[in-house]
């Protein structure tokens, strides 16, 4: 029986995507040959790559001005990347929107390149809501922000307004809505999530922001490299490409991004509803900031939680535990999560 | 009809491990979920993860000395990480062996953060032997080789007996043959050629070697952490990982490393006696320094070169086109490659 999969990530992705990745580890679109076995420079699998670059470009209505690129080392590479291909190596400067742990961990990475500024901070109450009304100095390189945010539950549902670039990692909210991506410096994401098995990442980048640090770039973090060589300045990760191809695929063929919104808005409201009516349950986020993709909640009676994981476990109901810094559940319902399943984890509440 | 694929990298892997790897995709290991959709803190992964470790130390006899990493970027981000991890901070120096691309690709990573000598090249002869009788200057961090040349086909039958940490990109011949890691500081290979398939870096690296540069690394590059995180310090390239493991198990269920050489060492005479004894191919490379894995060769008559290639094409034997800064052809004939496709290729050449 296929499991209810509420995983945060890496996480469910359409059966169809399953069948087809699974179909062309065997036979890779009749050539004869594993698709894991064929040059990343043979004709068949740059069409996959083109294909998957221009599916990008189209459902997200990426501007001339951006370059779409899929590296390696997920969202982690990129507290990197960004820093040392945008900070000025002299007085550079960046601010940063803290959010929770990722914003963190890419707030320490950015240190090592210049001065940062953490313009607002939603720490003094667990990071669950979106600070808002800060202000970003117009001498800063760029400003970052984490657009969703899994462990604490919380998703920027406007982006800050600033004339220096802003820079997102949208590693758990990309394609799970339209976003106009002119607004952007850079835009970056794991594709385990709505995009893809573990293993790629997205990042979609502001041409013109290159090339103006006066630091020298190592090869492998340098983007101009990376945007010189389509992606194949080293050997790129043929098998999670192929895969977010298909499933960029399948998004395009549910009617792009504004379909698949809509789905996303209609089951997570299913699930908000049952917690702010099921007087067992409680989830703390400001409810303007509440995530679409990561509906954190609690049991009142913390004593019962180890008795809802059975029930859930029972029901099929798989990996909705929280994590541990904030404790009680997390019910990850990304894009490729069925409404039946959402149904399935609120039947358990309900009768819990 | 299954082809002959003697594609350089992403290459050949055994047909068991294609079926397996397909298998997880749908369904993994009775979990009722895709290998894909899973996180990879599960204990189901974690259980991969630690069998991948553990296979990779038995086939080598890791000693303890040594940590064993599955990282992202392949041999291209081990450039950087290996000089920014070993090589001192104030008057840092390294040694390197230039046998061809990939060591100049390193050569160039590694000028970023010290000193760089180039202690041996064979650059004058477009590469077509490995040097012999250079001096190590013992107040390097540290000296690199590059083990086998894809591009070349030029290999390390003897590695360089040195008091200095020898670091080996391995990425071409690991696993084709039992290999003394503890004559290594580090050892890394892109996953694509004996190992699995392109995403995965495996990396095996003397501890003690670590922490004492003075430098401030940012986290992705810093070994330590990696090794602190044991391998997760990001999420990793869960399939990648996965497939490697069924590879590292088919290995052993060959008889090991000594098997497996036996097996190389047999299909590389087939093909080099076929080359030495047809009038019209030649191979340039020095007899004693001749790959087992990428096997080069000339037709003495280039104009013929177009010709032979769509022979080839009709016995079913895909890439053997040589790499475009030395012309010919190459026959990469890793692990996975069975005496039958060598020989479907020794009989296109008696023919021609």
């Known amino acids: 029986m296929k499991k209810h999969n509420f995983s945060a990530g890496p996480s469910i992705l359409p059966q169809e995507v399953f069948e087809k990745a699974s179909q062309a580890v065997l036979d890779f ?7 894991i076995e064929i040059s990343h420079r043979s004709k068949e699998f740059v069409a996959v790559y083109d294909k998957a670059v221009a599916l990008v470009k189209e459902l997200l209505y990426v501007p001339e001005t951006h370059e779409v690129l899929f590296l390696q080392g997920g969202a982690s590479m990129q507290f990197l990347m960004t820093a040392i291909n945008l900070m000025k190596n002299e007085g550079g400067k960046a601010a940063y929107v803290d959010t929770g742990a990722w914003s963190s961990k890419a707030i320490k990475e950015a240190k090592l390149f210049g001065e940062v500024e953490v313009v607002a901070t939603s720490k003094d109450t667990n990071y669950n809501y979106i600070p808002k ?13 984490t657009t969703n945010n899994t462990i604490f539950g919380t998703q920027f549902k406007e982006f800050p307004t600033t004339e220096v670039p802003l820079v997102a990692d949208m590693s758990s909210d990309i394609f799970s809505k339209p ?6 410096g850079i835009i970056y994401a794991g594709a385990q999530k709505n995009l893809g ?4 990442t997205l990042v979609i ?12 770039i190592p090869s492998m973090l340098d983007y101009q490299i990376h945007i010189k060589g389509e992606s194949m300045f080293n050997t790129p990760p043929v098998f999670a490409i192929y895969v977010s191809m298909l499933n960029l695929e399948y998004m395009k063929a549910q009617g792009g991004l504004k379909a698949v919104e809509k789905h996303n808005e209609e089951k997570a409201a299913m699930l908000y509803n049952e917690i702010d009516n099921n007087p067992s349950f409680v ?11 990561n509906v954190v909640f609690l049991l009142k009676d913390e004593s019962k939680d180890a008795e809802f994981l ?5 029901a099929g109901i798989s990996n909705v535990k929280g994590h541990r810094s904030v404790g009680g559940f997390r019910a990850s319902i990304y894009n490729a999560m069925p409404k039946e399943s959402v149904q399935a984890l609120i039947d358990v509440m309900k009768k819990f």
């Open 29 to 35: 679109d009749n050539t004869g040959l594993s698709l």
């Open 133 to 145: 009304g800060y202000t970003i100095p117009s001498d800063a390189d760029y400003v970052h922000i």
């Open 179 to 184: 976003v106009d991506v002119s607004k952007f």
């Open 197 to 200: 098995p573990a293993g790629a």
């Open 205 to 216: 980048i502001q041409k013109d922001l290159l090339g103006n640090t006066g630091r020298t």
């Open 283 to 293: 989830n703390s986020v400001a409810k303007e900031d509440r995530s679409l993709m």
């Open 310 to 314: 059975a029930a859930c476990a029972e």
